[in-house]
């Protein structure tokens, strides 16, 4: 399962992940704080120039670009035809703004680097019972699975298929949860005799 | 002490593969319906996650599984993620899954679950509340707050969805059922 990373080094790599994290939550902040459009395009205008800065590297997010560009189209589209065109531009430039911050920081920063941000955020829950160094653990887990569960999904549809010649769909989801609350026991026992050192 | 630690690991385990399994309905094609309204199975993997898992195990895998997107994985049903989907109008609908999925569980665990028809009764109604209802109320909020639109018309414009997601209700019924003849020391509601 490959990240949205971008291998293609761009300026914005060299920067760290935690002031990344801050400079996108206080833009999501400050997005919301004004209406007023002219300050809001002038703040697209700077995160559209940011985010072409990054060159090459932003090929890898071209659909989540589309998709992005398709929901302002649509939402503007709406205002517009509910006469007010002035909030078409106020929303569609927060979304646009922020969304491509947030998409910039994926294709700029390592998942690993994001998931010790994350870690050192969520120690003070500690004394909640939040295990955060066990975020990493339940995350490669979380990997390891969607590739096994997906190979499972496409043989119970093959096995689906050879007995009726139809796809599976929805019927094949009861035995996919099933092989999984099964599997979920067998990893439980590894993990206890692990973790019991 | 082992006992404990056997529910621990179980939990842990439990967690981290129902996140895999709704990463995995992210990866199966959508199913459209007629007027092109899509059904992405990853709603249902929050209902299924509700009844399977009880609230707290249920509410721990959504928010890994937001994490891992948030990370960056591309996990979302066409393969979106990362911090942008956040900011989307449907963002609401995202926030509003690990809640979805703690009502469903807690709902559960006050219906009954003594056969498998009741259990599946029970998954019904529990999906319609949790799955349903309160992820399209943090949808709408989403909607109004990010889109800009009114209540009345985000609420019109959720209500779309609403047919499509009672189908979910009924599927994840139906799964609970084969569940609770298949695995029959299987607990519902955790």
Redesign the interface.
């Known amino acids: ?5 971008s291998e293609h080094r761009t300026w914005l790599h060299a920067v760290p992940a935690a002031l990344k994290l801050v400079c ?1 939550a206080l833009l ?1 902040m400050g997005l919301f704080v004004t209406q007023q459009w002219p300050i809001l395009l002038c703040l697209a205008v700077v995160c559209v120039g940011l985010f072409a800065s990054l060159g090459k590297a932003t090929a890898r997010a071209k ?2 670009v589309m ?2 560009l398709v ?1 302002g189209v649509l ?1 503007a589209g ?2 517009v035809v ?1 006469h007010q065109p002035q ?1 078409a531009a ?2 569609v430039l ?2 646009l703004s ?6 910039a ?3 700029t ?1 390592r ?1 690993t680097d ?2 010790q941000v ?1 870690e050192q955020v969520l120690s003070p829950l500690r004394w909640l019972g939040v295990q955060s160094d ?2 990493a ?3 490669a ?6 590739e ?3 190979v499972v ?1 496409r043989r119970l549809d093959d096995a689906h298929r050879l007995r009726t010649g139809k796809a599976g ?2 019927k094949i ?6 092989q ?6 067998r ?3 590894a ?2 005799l692990r ?2 050192r | 002490m082992g006992e404990f630690m056997n529910t621990s690991t179980l939990s842990l385990a439990l967690v981290s593969l129902f996140a895999a399994l709704i990463a995995v309905l992210g990866l199966i094609p959508k199913i459209d319906l007629p007027l092109g309204v899509p059904i992405t199975l990853q709603t249902l993997g929050v209902m299924l996650a509700g009844c399977m898992l009880g609230p707290k195990r249920a509410l721990q895998a959504l928010l890994l599984f937001l994490a891992a997107v948030a990370l960056g994985l591309p996990l979302l049903s066409g393969g979106r993620g990362g911090l942008g989907v956040f900011f989307s109008p449907a963002s609401g609908y995202l926030i509003g899954w690990p809640v979805g999925a703690f009502v469903t569980g807690w709902m559960m665990t006050l219906l009954p679950n003594r056969s498998p028809r009741s259990s599946a009764i029970s998954a019904f109604l529990a999906s319609a509340m949790g799955g349903l209802l309160v992820v399209h109320v943090f949808g709408v909020v989403g909607l109004v707050n990010i889109a800009n639109l009114s209540w009345e018309q985000a609420i019109m414009g959720t209500l779309v969805f609403v047919p499509g997601d009672l189908i979910k209700c009924a599927l994840c019924a139906t799964v609970v059922h084969t569940v609770a003849r298949g695995l029959p020391d299987w607990r519902f509601g955790g």
Do not use: E, K
Not at chain 1, 141 to 146: E, G, P, V, Y
Not at chain 1, 180 to 185: D, Q
């Open positions: 399962m490959g990240s949205l990373y996108l999501g659909p989540l998709g992005v929901a939402v709406f205002h509910m909030l106020v929303t927060r979304l922020a969304t491509l911050m947030g998409i920081l994926t294709l920063t998942y994001l998931l994350f066990r975020l653990l339940q995350l887990l979380m990997l390891r699975f969607t096994h569960f997906f999904w769909g929805f989801l009861a035995p996919l949860t099933i999984m609350l099964v599997t979920a026991r990893v439980a026992d993990l206890h973790l019991r």
